[in-house]
């Protein structure tokens, strides 16, 4: 892979803050617009990631009419770029409006350079994992859980045990809360295992009355009971030669357990009223988000069925606990939904961004997919906001943590070249390219120790 540093357009009429900005910004390679021709002439060479715009541009200077041109130019002929808007005029209406027309944030005039390069690195950085997640979506739809996406490492190991697991006979237990994708998964270990061509026969024991589980499992003789007009095989049956997924298992009342077991036992079925046994070839697969030991110990669940049931155990991570995937996600579903309706936003606002990631998501993917749904029903602007999902506005937290990650780094940054000074204030100083009474202000306000 190349070296070379990301473009960061600066466009800025203003000959001074030109250089003052291109020298201030050494990690980036600065290309420098005074106009809006010559920004979408850069954008049309570089497309870089990230931009940052000055409102008040020629022919007019003093207003903010030709910046907001410049911003609407940009962001239709490349929506995928993070425009930083910094302006001295009328400040807060025109953030106001700029974040509504899909600017990335807003920086208020005069300039300063520490403060904007923070910001324009966190925008680099949130382009990067962005465009990480447009790599991942497509690579992960050209897996065999084309269902599952998921770039987190704890969500990628339960995908390779399941694949791994899959190639055999033994039955799995997949254990985790509702709508974490105990269907997804059951899926793609039934699509990469030898029985992919067969059926996958899905049942969730919860979701039927239990008078009637019995014979949705395994079925009935015409006759058998009032209402059972015609013979009709069980979803046991159906799944012959391929994969029987029983959701919520923990939901089978203890009778139907022991008939269920006696099945696994001996492989055959007999439907209700039904005198003759019909062997049955099925691999079975399990879910729940009830803990089974619990239930055995409590009496309501047959433990020799649980041992029957769960050769293998797999524990999906909530959807908090997979860093990253609810972006992912809210991504992915994003443009699934937009197919349907592309008058929608094709973006999330920051703010949007900043509750998805915060958010606890109790109800998991699930939860995630009908925010999402909702959104794009709701949005009437350029961008989805934390409102069109129902969520609380995650700016907040960000900006937080803003603060915070920014200290955090300092302090680390500082404790860095002191260790490599071997604690001289003047050698870390130099490292640091400060002077000393700014690095001693720095460790004041740091509040590190210095071991002498
Ligand atoms: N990693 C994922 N990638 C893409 N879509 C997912 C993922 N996980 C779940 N989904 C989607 O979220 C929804 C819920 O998933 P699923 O039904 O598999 O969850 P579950 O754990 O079986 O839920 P429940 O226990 O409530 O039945 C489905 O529409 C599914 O397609």
Redesign the pocket.
């Known amino acids: 892979m190349s070296e070379s540093k990301p473009i960061l357009l600066v466009v800025e009429d203003d000959p001074g803050l030109q250089r003052q900005l291109r020298w201030a910004y050494e990690a980036y390679e600065v290309v420098v617009a005074g106009d809006r021709e010559s920004a979408l002439a850069a954008m049309a060479t570089h497309t870089p990631a990230v931009v940052t715009l000055d409102l008040g541009l020629p022919p007019d200077p003093d207003g903010t009419s030709e910046g907001f041109a410049t911003l609407e130019a940009i962001l239709s002929g490349y929506p995928d770029t993070r425009v930083i808007v910094a302006s001295g005029h009328g400040a807060r209406e025109s953030a106001r409006r700029a974040i509504g027309m899909g600017a990335y944030d807003f920086y208020q005039k005069p300039v300063d350079i520490d403060d904007l390069g923070f910001i324009v690195g966190r925008a680099f950085h949130v382009a990067e994992i962005e465009a990480e997640n447009r790599r991942l979506l497509q690579s992960a739809t050209a897996t065999p859980f084309a ?4 770039g987190s490492p704890e ?1 990628l190991k339960v995908a390779t045990m399941v694949e791994r697991v899959a190639s055999t006979d033994v039955s799995v237990l997949l254990l ?1 809360a ?8 059951a899926q793609g270990l039934h699509a990469t295992s030898r029985r992919a061509k067969a059926p996958f026969v899905a049942i ?1 024991c919860a979701a039927i009355p239990e008078n009637l589980l019995e014979a949705e499992l395994f079925g009935y003789e015409k006759g058998a009971f009032t209402g059972a007009i015609k013979t009709t095989p069980g979803k046991i049956e159906l799944a012959e030669g391929g994969t029987l997924f029983l ?2 298992v923990g939901d089978i009342p203890l009778p139907l357990q022991v008939k269920l077991l006696r099945f696994i036992q001996e492989r055959v079925v007999e439907r209700i009223g039904g005198r003759k046994p019909i062997e049955v070839d099925v691999r079975i697969v399990c ?1 729940t ?1 009830q803990n089974l030991k619990k239930m055995i110990a409590d009496g309501r669940f047959r433990d020799d069925l649980f041992y029957r049931i769960a050769e293998i155990s797999i524990n999906i991570p909530s959807l908090k606990e997979r860093e990253g995937d609810a972006l992912l ?1 809210a991504h ?1 579903f994003l443009q699934r939904f937009r197919a349907d309706r592309p008058s929608a936003p094709f973006r999330f606002s920051p703010q949007a961004a900043a509750a998805i990631s915060t958010h606890s998501w109790p109800g ?3 939860e995630l ?1 009908n925010r999402v749904k909702r959104a794009i029903i709701m949005a009437d602007g350029a961008a989805i906001t934390p409102a069109d999902l129902d969520l609380a506005d995650g700016v907040e937290n960000s900006l937080m943590t803003l603060r915070q990650s920014r200290t955090l780094s300092d302090r680390r940054t500082v404790t860095a070249a002191l260790m490599a000074s071997d604690n001289s204030i003047s050698g870390a100083a130099k490292i640091l390219g400060i002077s000393r009474p700014t690095l001693y202000d720095l460790i004041r306000d740091l509040g590190i120790e210095v071991q002498h």
Request: charge should be negative.
């Open positions: 269902r599952l996406i998921t969500m985790g509702s709508g974490t994708g105990k269907e997804v998964l969730n959701d919520e879910a988000h996600l992915h998991n993917v699930r997919e």
